[in-house]
């Protein structure tokens, strides 16, 4: 009597977990997938109709404001190179590998989709957007991609079941980064063996002592957003050999689009040695996917330094000589 009350009480609750989730879905689900998750619904009208999906961030629609009278995206010159190929995109500010994988896993097999141009930003990689002040909502975000229970999604989401860090907890992680990752590779001669440490040393001084500190600002930046040595235990390298085994899995030909980053300024800002680290880095990434089976389209050095729309700080946000400079490589790599 004991056991068949028990297998009753499951019953009951199972009963009332899938009528719950079968209310939830019909009636507020879609208003709140709409709200926390923009890009799913998205993605899942785009699968049926397009040949191609483009995943950017920023990069794929920012324009300079005066500057370009053709204000076209990455993903829509792209599409206009290929007039037989329908390309899509699915765009979103700050989205990076870890945000783009679970929106993958959603692509049905079997749908008109058969090739993803996914951003390969290599600023993501690195520890500042790691730990990220923006992460906790960009990780609620993917929480609402994952393939669950709506229901379960919403309780998660209330609960704060997700990678919900506040900024204090990132920005100290951050610096813990930058003050005790060591710099250490082969070939080359690190004379400051952290982030810190080289942020410190005196750079652009004048005659009487001082800084140049607008140079000084920008030298630092760009030795924050790529002084990093990547390996497979980087966070964003795990996220792109998932989404490789995804996109194996599905029968979807995977190409990374390495995006351009402002080699002559950080050559003239910083010197050889940290476009020396960006350049292994560029290597590491095509080497490491190309091994996998996947294409890594090279855009690292492409764009001039003029060319980008951001002259006093570190982006990947390009005038329209850049996007079509990108877009016009991505398509010559895809029609061949």
């Known amino acids: 009597m004991a056991v068949k009350n028990y297998i009753i009480r499951v019953l009951l609750v199972l009963s009332i977990a899938v009528l719950s989730n079968f209310i939830f879905t019909i009636w507020l689900w879609p208003e709140e997938l709409e709200k926390e998750g923009p890009e799913l619904n998205k993605l899942l009208k785009l699968q049926d109709s397009c040949d191609v999906l483009y995943f950017g961030e920023s990069s794929n629609i920012s324009y ?25 995109d699915v765009t979103h500010p700050a989205y990076h590998m870890g945000i783009y994988l679970p929106l993958i896993e959603r692509l049905e097999t079997g749908k008109k989709v058969k090739t993803l141009i996914v951003t390969m930003n290599l600023r993501t990689f690195d520890q500042a957007c790691i730990h990220s002040e923006l992460e906790s909502a960009l990780q609620k975000q993917a929480l609402y991609y994952k393939s669950l229970p709506p229901v379960l999604i919403h309780l998660m989401a209330a609960l704060n079941l997700y990678d919900n860090l506040n900024p204090f907890e990132r920005d100290l992680d951050m610096w813990r980064s930058w003050t005790k990752d060591t710099l250490n590779l082969k070939g080359f001669d690190f004379p400051y063996p952290t982030i810190k440490s080289w942020c410190e040393a005196v750079k652009f001084p004048g005659p009487d002592g001082s800084e140049d500190m607008e140079k000084r600002t920008l030298a630092d930046h760009n030795i924050k957003a790529f002084a990093f040595i990547l390996n497979e235990d980087n966070p964003r390298i795990r996220d792109c050999d998932e989404i490789v085994r995804v996109c194996k899995t599905k029968g979807i030909k995977l190409v990374f689009n390495l995006l351009p980053e402002n080699i002559e300024y950080a050559d003239s800002l910083v010197g050889p040695l940290l476009t020396g680290i960006i350049r292994y880095n560029r290597d590491f990434l095509i080497n490491r996917y190309q091994s996998k089976g996947s294409i890594v389209v090279d855009n690292l050095e492409i764009v001039k330094g003029v060319d980008y729309i951001d002259q006093n700080w570190t982006t990947e946000h390009y005038v329209y000589r850049g996007r079509k400079a990108i877009a016009d490589r991505v398509s010559q790599i895809l029609r061949h």
């Open 64 to 88: 300079h404001p005066l500057e370009d009278s053709i204000t076209s995206s990455i993903s829509e010159l792209i599409d206009k190179n290929l007039p037989h190929t329908i390309v899509g």
